[in-house]
T-cell receptor, first 114, second 120 residues
């Protein structure tokens, strides 16, 4: 079956602009989480969505937001981009059921802010 | 809050040898999961192995096995008969167990990673 699909793979934006990243989870997975990966801060949790509701949120400013659609696809948005937002953004999906088997990750979107 | 520590930033080993990656964690939780993920240059995080804290038996997946010491809060990964394709960043991660009535998933807390190079 298809894995977690993230689009686009690469993105270059100018400081002050906004950006939207997309994630399509594995079919049947209802939980989608987003992580930011940078050389300095490592992997940090952004937020998690289940059944179109944000269930958990990390320590990021309000410029970072997300949503989940009825088909479980998710988008994250970053407004007023800063140079420090340059990172690899990883999406991960899971069943979200009681039996927790961990996450399956996508290949990420590499965002560069110039 | 949980913390995960990987004290070996880089390691290298000859092909076919055995290598052990270290991971320690700190938590006040009693029920949780521990994972090892591999991130090759392709960037995708790949699940290597998973351990449930309530299980005393160490998890094994083919050439990969763990040494889980709950009291010591240690979770090391052993790779046997290492192969060139094992070259990657390896991340140890912690996730607390969510309650039976909770939906969704808990977040993963990652260590800083160990860059493993397999030398031909």
């Amino acid at each position: 079956k298809a894995g977690v699909t993230q689009t686009p793979r690469y993105l270059i934006k100018t400081r002050g602009q906004q950006v939207t990243l997309s994630c399509s989870p594995i079919s049947g997975h209802r939980s989608v989480s987003w992580y930011q990966q940078t050389p300095g801060q490592g992997l940090q949790f952004l937020f998690e969505y289940f059944s179109e509701t944000q269930r958990n949120k990390g320590n990021f400013p309000g410029r970072f937001s997300g949503r989940q659609f009825s088909n479980s696809r998710s988008e994250m948005n970053v407004s007023t981009l800063e140079l420090g937002d340059s990172a690899l953004y990883l999406c991960a999906s899971s069943l979200g059921s009681y039996a927790n088997y961990g996450y399956t990750f996508g290949s990420g979107t590499r965002l560069t802010v110039v | 809050a949980q913390t995960v520590t990987q004290s070996q930033p880089e390691m290298s080993v000859q092909e076919a040898e055995t290598v052990t990656l270290s991971c320690t964690y700190d938590t006040s939780e009693n029920n949780y999961y521990l994972f090892w993920y591999k991130q090759p240059p392709s960037r995708q995080m790949i699940l290597v192995i998973r351990q449930e804290a309530y299980k005393q038996q160490n998890a094994t997946e083919n050439r990969f096995s763990v040494n889980f010491q709950k009291a010591a809060k240690s979770f090391s990964l052993k790779i046997s008969d290492s192969q060139l394709g094992d070259t990657a960043m390896y991340f140890c991660a912690f996730m607390k167990h969510k309650g039976i009535s909770n939906f969704g998933n808990e977040k993963l807390t990652f260590g800083t990673g160990t860059r493993l190079t397999i030398i031909p």
